[in-house]
């Protein structure tokens, strides 16, 4: 069965791909960039921080090796 597809909109009620927001690093090392309950939350927060010079994340937790 096929994942449902979420939509994503700016505040001001424009949609915006989740595909072309850009991932930091920080969340490549992040336990919670391969967990799909965390997708949602995870594309919110680096779309609401484009732009800035500093990435920050509250849920970040490094992956254990």
């Known amino acids: 069965m096929e994942e449902p597809k979420f ?3 700016n505040d001001d009620g424009t949609e ?3 595909d072309l927001v850009r991932k930091p ?4 090392s992040c336990k919670h960039d391969e ?3 965390q997708e949602v ?3 919110l927060n ?3 921080q484009q732009g800035e010079d500093n990435f ?3 849920a970040y937790e490094p992956k254990v090796v």
């Open 46 to 48: 680096r779309h609401d």
């Open 16 to 18: 915006f791909n989740p």
């Open 35 to 37: 967990d799909p309950s």
């Open 7 to 9: 939509q994503f909109f």
């Open 41 to 43: 939350l995870c594309i």
């Open 25 to 28: 690093s920080l969340c490549i």
């Open 56 to 58: 920050q994340c509250g």
